[in-house]
């Protein structure tokens, strides 16, 4: 069992900067991915942003590639997204998430992810 707890939302204003924190309850020993997802207002499904691939390169949606950086410290179990050039279409709700129960299903495909977070909210204002 893997709890996982976001933090590091707010609002800010076009243009601005923030920085995502994803805390793990426990190591993950089997392969894996750590992911950032975002669900928008009114829309119904999460849309995957980025991802830390335990057997692979860290990968990037084309929205938010040169905008938005994930990195991981092991040491602390701890997911990081950092967002730059934030845009008032980023607002939404954001998740991180893991897949090590279903690595075979890909990084990018939600339905593989076992482990969510509760979400922390990113407000962006023109």
């Known amino acids: 069992q893997v709890q996982l707890v976001e933090s590091g939302g707010g609002s800010v204003q076009s243009g601005g900067s923030l920085r995502l924190a994803c805390a793990a309850s426990t190591y993950i020993y089997s392969r894996y991915c750590m992911s950032w997802f975002r669900q928008g207002p009114g829309k119904g499904r999460r849309e995957w942003l980025a991802s830390v691939d335990s057997d692979g390169p860290t990968t990037y949606a084309d929205s938010v590639k040169g905008r938005f950086t994930i990195s991981q410290d092991n040491a602390k179990n701890t997911l990081y997204l950092q967002m730059d050039s934030l845009k008032p279409d980023d607002t939404a709700m954001y998740y991180c998430?893991?897949?090590?129960?279903?690595?075979?299903?890909?990084?990018?495909?939600?339905?593989?992810?076992?482990?969510w977070g509760q979400g922390t909210q990113v407000a962006v204002s023109s």
């Open positions: 998430g893991t897949n090590t129960l279903n690595y075979a299903l890909g990084c990018r495909n939600v339905q593989a992810y076992s482990y």
